[in-house]
């Protein structure tokens, strides 16, 4: 099968620490929900890991458990995270890590003069300790984060099929009756042209 470099989901987290166990809890349900073409990597706790990870991909859904004292911080923390927005993004302060997620991400960005688009999960955790279980809360989050992102791959995977046919889609901006829209032509069989896609949302 054709690999989908495109689209990585990785996870941090020891999966014996507690509520750091997210990660890698919904990991290994997205492995059983997404396309094999769609790697899915554990990394464990060592966040320099990531840099080497964040080079020549698109678009990576990172996961992990976060630690905060702050009342009222939310139980699932979504954020989207690109060169443009690193430095004005909330991402926790107080990571379960030895290293700051932030810090790790300016790295990389330095190293590679790039960043892909990075979806952000995290899932914020209660207990940290060796053995513990997981809190009811991070229960609670594991299964809801699986579906959101299963759903957020299988759109970008749509969006990025052009079409089954070899030639692909070609747009081409026209004018009719003065109003300006965008066909879809066929490169590969022009007798069939033009023609409209079936649904025009983010193409």
């Not at 919904?26 to 840099?51: A, F, N, V, Y």
């Not at 997620?101 to 995290?122: C, D, M, N």
Request: proline share 8%.
């Amino acid at each position: 099968m054709t690999r989908q470099p495109g689209i990585v989901c990785i996870a941090l987290g020891n999966p014996h620490r507690g509520d750091d166990a997210a990660g890698p809890h919904i990991l290994k349900r997205l492995r059983d929900r997404l396309p094999s073409t769609i790697p899915c990597l554990m990394l464990g706790d060592d966040l320099t890991q990531l840099i080497e990870h964040l080079r020549d991909v698109q678009t990576v859904f990172l996961i992990d458990a976060y630690h905060t004292t702050t009342a009222g911080a939310p139980d699932i923390l979504r954020l989207e995270i690109t060169p443009h927005t690193l430095q004005q993004s909330h991402l926790p302060a107080i990571s379960s890590h030895n290293l700051c997620l932030k810090q790790v991400l300016e790295t990389a960005l330095a190293l590679h003069r790039r960043l892909p688009f990075i979806v952000f999960y995290g899932i914020r955790g209660r207990r940290f300790t060796h053995g513990a279980p997981l809190s009811p809360s991070v229960q609670k989050a594991l299964s809801k984060v699986t579906d959101q992102i299963t759903a957020e791959v299988h759109r970008r995977l749509r969006l990025q099929t052009i079409s089954p046919f070899s030639g692909g889609w070609k747009m081409k901006p026209i004018l009719r009756e003065g109003v300006s829209e965008t066909v879809f032509f066929r490169k590969s069989m022009p007798h069939l042209n033009p023609v409209k896609p079936e649904r025009s949302e983010e193409w």
